[in-house]
């Protein structure tokens, strides 16, 4: 359990540490919310195929797999990981500048990997830190991290704005400010020294402990990861779908801030949900929604219907990561968390970017249909969670609760 209070040797927390680390996340999360939605928009404007943009998007995936993990290494061994921070945001900020000289799909995918590789490291150490406070001086990391969503939704509706009036070419100067912005913050980020634990990236590196390899574990973090991966199609696809169909840059970015707003209401009921409903329901509730709400998305549903269809967002992402997040406190003692996380992060990153890679294959084949194909994403997900609940161990009949040692 995260303590209560600081052992009295750490001393007073640095100043405004709450305040700064709010910041932190802002800043990345200021070029999340202008990229997720809108680069995709760019790299139509360029005239790449689908399947082209399905590529360009995945590979930095794929890649990010591999580099977060060895920059956590890094600054975990470091004596201040705010340096792998600085690092990341100056360097994501120079290949940024680069990018705008890219027209073509090679120099294009090159840099954009090359920028992926250097900032995959930024939010994980932000996250890092923040949870470094709550352990050490009982900080609250919800209060923390809220306003890094809040800033993505910010950005979202400011994208959507500057979209509908200047077009694609608002993309990379958007991106290349909010880069700035990461470099800023770095600068000003809190110094708290070396962790005294590693951070889930860094657990990677290592193998698993052996209560991480349990089959109904493995079965239900698969499920749920794969259930994660078939927001791909919405991620890469969508902006692009709702442009084509005629929706303003304004209502686009109401539709993606509506699925945010939606996550972070979710997390902001949490605490109440969990006691009132079992981690299964929890987890059986987003999964059997996600198969729903990629069945629906090709229907022609209006502007409101959309927004209504985001907002299940609070379903098929928050309370079922919620849920998944239980069930490994439950399951996994404390000094194995980071490896847990680990594995939590490495599962999603795989499988997003294989079927980031695919959804250009399906929405260049079949359009909007495609989204059929991420149904049956979250339908096996769904299979395997439902395995991990079938063979886990001391299963109850009732309400499929556990009693099961950690």
Known sequence: MIPASAPPLLGPPPRHFALRIALLFCA??????????YFPVWLSSLSMSDFEIGVVLAVPLFIRVITAPLAGVLADRLGERTIVLIWSGCLSLALAFVLFLAK???PVLVIYALQSAAYSPYVPIVEALALSGVRRWGFDYALMRVWGSIAFIGATMLGGWMIGLIGGAMVLPAMAAGFGLTVLMACAAPRIGRPRRPSPITAITEAPPQSLRQPDLQLLLIGVTLVNSSHAMLFAFSAIYWQQI??????IGALWSAGVAAEVLMFFFAKAIVRRFSVWTMIFSGCLLAVVRWLIFPMDLGFSGYFVLQCLHAFTYAIMHTGMQHKLVERVAEEQEASAQGLYFFYTGIFTAIFTL???YFYAWFGVAGFYSMSVVALTGCCFAFAGWYLQ????????KTSEAS
Do not use: E
């Open 393 to 400: 161990p001391h299963r109850l009949g009732s309400g499929g």
């Open 104 to 106: 073509d799909f090679w």
């Open 246 to 251: 005629g929706y303003s840059g304004t209502q």
């Open 28 to 37: 990345p999360l200021i070029v999340n919310g202008f990229a997720m939605p």
């Open 358 to 360: 695919l959804s250009g």
